[in-house]
């Protein structure tokens, strides 16, 4: 073995001292308990920090249990690959981001370090796939080599990405899980907080994108796996349904319109399910396409393929609606698994997209 990477929800965050000791709970990514610490905060209009489950507010609230002692802030990645290292206080790009990190200047905001007790330390940021040491204490006893490398981590949704093999600009990876994501590589930054647009850093490029609240659980609304399984057979997704629908399951957008008061529209319903089933399909291909009209209105490169994960991915007849709308060749990505994407930054390290 060579090296390892950690991916991890990078708002999941605790406190421990520099020799790893954890002096705190830990708050996991979707705990929004420290909302009331978000006053305290005065980050720029465009900060994906500004969130009830981002990290910087857990820190605040975190920063309460340990009554003055030093702490180092740790998210998930970072604790793991410190346990693997028995080297802690480091970080990556893509986990510091939601917790303040610049990644222009590639650096702590003053407004970060001025909202933190003086008790408390920000990790070292590396650039993802960086080495942070070695095998430690503990993967030594099981045999591993003292020379395996640990590098810097990533975050989940960003390992899933690389995990797709996707290293071109005008290549797009959406995933049809219960919601519909989308990302794309870029050669600049894109940020719109408004719709729900921000930017990882990876090496020399960005991966930026939204997420819809449209997806895979409105079609489980009304049918099982089964069913849609079993319509999709009837389907010809050569022609249009003539339907005009937005399938939402409850009032509420957040990518490509930010509405939050936006109403489902999934009526006039046809008296054959397949039909039904078919405009829900067509009326999340076109959010699909939209998103990415979206990302290429604001620099992003056209789209000239799309690949698909997540379980929409695996249905051909919705492939194939995709691609008459989007007027874009649609495939299946071989890998999806945020693993293999970690174990491909492990491999090529910071310069998996050294050439943008």
Not at 84 to 94: I, K, M, Q, T
Not at 113 to 134: A, F, R, Y
Not at 164 to 193: C, H, N, Y
Request: charged share 20%; hydrophobic share 35%.
């Amino acid at each position: 073995m060579k090296a390892i990477a950690i991916d991890g929800t990078s708002g999941t965050i605790l406190l421990c001292n520099p020799q790893g000791k954890v002096l705190t709970d830990v708050l996991m990514y979707n705990d929004a308990s420290a909302s009331g610490k978000l006053g305290m905060l005065y980050p720029p209009p465009d900060s994906p920090a500004l969130s009830a489950t981002a990290g910087l507010p857990k820190i605040l609230q975190l920063a309460g249990q340990i009554r003055g002692q030093p702490a180092v802030v740790q998210h998930q990645a970072d604790y793991i690959s410190g346990w693997l290292c028995d080297r802690y206080g480091f970080s990556d790009e893509n986990n510091a981001l939601k917790t303040g990190y610049n990644l222009q200047t590639r650096e702590w905001p003053d407004w970060v370090i001025n909202s933190l007790p003086e008790n408390i330390t920000l990790p070292d940021v590396k650039i993802p796939g960086s080495p942070i040491g070695h095998a430690g204490k503990l993967l030594r006893s099981l045999g591993i080599s003292a020379n395996t490398q640990i590098v810097a981590g990533t975050t989940d949704s960003t390992a899933a990405f690389l995990a797709t093999g996707v290293t071109r600009l005008d290549q797009g990876v959406t995933t049809l899980g219960s919601t519909l994501v989308i990302k794309q590589l870029s050669d600049r930054e894109i940020v719109d907080s408004e719709r729900g647009i921000y930017s990882h850093r990876l090496g020399n490029a960005w991966l930026t994108g939204g997420a819809s609240n449209s997806g895979g659980n409105v079609l489980n609304q009304y049918f099982s796996n089964e069913q849609i399984r079993s319509l999709s057979q009837q389907i010809d997704p050569r022609h249009d349904s003539g339907l005009d629908y937005y399938p939402l399951t409850t009032a509420g957008e957040r990518f490509p319109t930010n509405d939050p008061e936006l109403q489902p529209r999934l009526k006039p319903r046809p008296t054959n399910d397949h039909e039904f089933l078919k405009g829900m399909m067509e009326g999340i291909a076109h959010i699909e396409a939209s998103g990415y009209e979206t990302l290429k209105s604001l620099g992003a490169a056209p789209i000239k393929e799309v690949i698909s994960a997540g379980g929409g991915a695996i249905n051909p007849v919705w492939s194939r609606i995709r691609e008459r709308i989007m007027a874009t060749p649609v495939s299946q990505a071989r890998h999806t698994e945020a693993a293999y994407g970690a174990a491909r930054l492990a491999r090529y390290g910071a310069g998996l997209f050294e050439q943008f």
